[in-house]
């Protein structure tokens, strides 16, 4: 299963309430930014490249429970930012665990094995380590060289002292489908619970402005990656999401479903954008002008994302929101499919990796600005 039973079923009582009190739009997971500050300098990342004073700020555990309070998801992600480097960072998970949030505390996983005292295995929390691909590949996308094998070790460690860990690969341009592949198999043999793969979004403050992936490469992509997939494979997003992204059907944006607050506020309108900030999370709903945003609205910045912090969220409101959509995902549960595809098996074949150009590495990210990582 790649959630637990009780967490499917307080997400699918939580969206059908929102349902039945006719809300139109309604959030399904926060996405809780306390830091931008990381131990990494990845190319692909738009998190980074704020002045010193912004990377050295915190939110506080009361901000964080606010938050989530005025908000209400039954989820919790933590991005950022690396959350291991904030100071409170147990003292956060803990309380929205007693919250009976359902926590994704996203981490590259450097400093897991030794900060992993800190927390306790819980139902309601999973490490979900970002590990971008097999080795070589998450070295170069990640720009650290054993970066890998250090959040394998974090993940294995993880595992066996009982916690429930989680993955999630972004994907950009150059990306190997048989790589991938192999990747998954590499996780699911460390003991991970299950897994999560998205497209890159164009950040445009990122140092790499080449390697993004367009709408129709990316659907090409994930056709190669998740066609013919083995049984063995557990993914924790929506099995309609994931066929949106294999080019299967198609989803509008739904950029309130995954609502971000960080230290600047509630971010308008989604975790990719920043179009202004919205002091609260009814000020942020009331105000923002969602008709601006999604791919139908013809805003360029909208064009080419296929992310599931925009999309995931499209996925389980069509589930909930229609017959077709209800059974439709029933069946992708109860008799989850391989989907072959012999175009798909094709495409592996005939792949050809592209050869790797050096990534552009951030520039100004001095060493007083990245916190030193145990080992260096
Ligand atoms: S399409 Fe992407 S960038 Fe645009 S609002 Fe949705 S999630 Fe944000």
Redesign the pocket.
């Known amino acids: 299963m790649a959630v637990p039973v009780s967490q499917a079923w307080t997400v699918a009582t939580y969206v059908l309430k929102q349902k039945l009190a006719g809300r139109k739009r309604y959030p399904l997971v926060l996405m809780l930014e306390p830091l931008f500050r990381c131990n990494l300098a990845c190319a692909g990342c738009g998190k980074i490249q704020y002045p010193a004073h912004i990377l050295k700020t915190d939110l506080s555990p009361e901000e964080c429970f606010k938050a989530a309070e005025e908000c209400g998801t039954p989820m919790v992600s933590i991005p950022g930012g690396e959350p291991l480097l904030h100071p409170q960072m147990p003292e956060i998970v803990a309380g929205l665990v007693a919250r009976k949030k359902y926590v994704y505390m996203c981490t590259n996983a450097l400093l897991l094995k030794e900060k992993l005292h800190l927390f306790k295995p819980s139902k309601y929390l999973s490490f979900s380590v970002h590990l971008d691909g097999e080795k070589e590949h998450h070295d170069f996308s990640v720009c650290r060289e054993g970066g890998h094998d250090i959040a394998m070790e974090g993940i294995r460690t993880a595992v066996a002292a009982g916690f429930r860990v989680t993955t999630n690969t972004t994907l950009f341009d150059g990306a190997d489908p048989n790589s991938v592949r192999r990747h998954f198999d590499q996780l699911m043999a460390a003991g991970v619970e299950s897994m999560m793969v998205s497209p890159g ?1 164009t950040y445009d403050k990122a140092p790499d402005q080449n390697h993004f992936l367009g709408k129709a490469k990316s659907r090409r992509l994930f056709r190669a990656i998740l066609s013919n997939r083995k049984k063995s494979w557990e993914f924790n997003t929506h099995p309609l999401f994931a066929e949106f992204l294999m080019g299967k059907r198609n989803f509008e ?1 739904t ?1 309130w479903g995954m609502p971000t607050f960080s230290i600047f506020g509630w971010q308008k ?5 920043q179009d202004g900030y919205a002091d609260s999370f009814k000020e942020l709903m009331e105000t923002t002008e969602w008709s601006n ?3 139908k609205s013809g ?1 360029p ?2 064009a080419n ?1 296929m ?1 599931h ?3 995931e969220a499209s996925a389980v409101d069509y589930n909930f929101g229609t017959l077709k959509g209800f059974i439709e995902t029933a069946k992708a549960y109860m008799f989850p499919s391989t989907y072959p595809d012999q175009e798909a098996e094709k495409l592996l074949n005939e792949w050809k990796p592209a050869h790797a150009m050096p990534l552009v590495q951030i520039q100004g990210a001095t060493k007083d600005q990245l916190q030193p990582v145990s080992g260096d």
């Open positions: 979004y944006c950029p309108p989604c975790y990719l954008l945003y999604g791919a805003n910045q909208c994302c992310v912090s925009g999309h």
